[in-house]
C-alpha cells in the first residue's frame, strides 16, 4: 500500500517562500508519475505541478510557472515543491499524489481523477 506524507505548510506573507514536501513509502517508483494539486476554500482541486519520477519531466500549471518547482529525491523516495513568490490566491491545501503506471497508458499530469494515492494534504497560507 502506497502511503504518502505531506509536510512544510504553514502561515507566509506574499512575496514569500515556503517548501513543500511529499514522502512517499511502499513501492519503488519508477515510470510513475507525482502530481501537486491545491484546494481552495468553496472551489474545486486544481493541478499544480508534477514530475515523472525517472525521467524527470515536469509540468506546470500557467499560474504557478516561474514561481513554482518541483522536483524529487529518489534517495529519500521524497518529492518537494519549492514555492517562491507567493500571492495571496495561493493559499489553500496542498495535496501530493501519485499516478501508478500502467502498461500502455499516459501521464495525463493534470487530471486528478487518474491518481491512485493520495496524501492528507498541508495547508499553505499567504496573508496580503
Known amino acids: 500500500q502506497v502511503q504518502l506524507v505531506e509536510s512544510g505548510g504553514g502561515l507566509v506573507q506574499a512575496g514569500g517562500s515556503l517548501r513543500l514536501s511529499c514522502s512517499a513509502s511502499?513501492?519503488?517508483?519508477?515510470?510513475?508519475?507525482m502530481g501537486w494539486f491545491r484546494q481552495a476554500p468553496g472551489k474545486d482541486r486544481e493541478f499544480v505541478a508534477a514530475?515523472?519520477?525517472?525521467?524527470?519531466?515536469?509540468y506546470y500549471a500557467d499560474s504557478v510557472k516561474g514561481r513554482f518547482t518541483i522536483s524529487r529525491d529518489n534517495a529519500k523516495n521524497t518529492v518537494y515543491l519549492q514555492m517562491n513568490s507567493l500571492k495571496p490566491e495561493d493559499t489553500a491545501v496542498y495535496y501530493c499524489?501519485?499516478?501508478?503506471?500502467?502498461?500502455?497508458?499516459?501521464?495525463?499530469?493534470?487530471?486528478?481523477?487518474?491518481?491512485?494515492?493520495w496524501g492528507q494534504g498541508t495547508q499553505v497560507t499567504v496573508s496580503s
Open positions: 499524489a501519485v499516478d501508478i503506471y500502467k502498461p500502455g497508458s499516459t501521464f495525463d499530469a493534470d487530471r486528478d481523477t487518474l491518481y491512485d494515492y
Open positions: 514530475i515523472r519520477w525517472t525521467a524527470g519531466i515536469t
Open positions: 511502499g513501492r519503488t517508483f519508477s515510470r510513475d508519475g
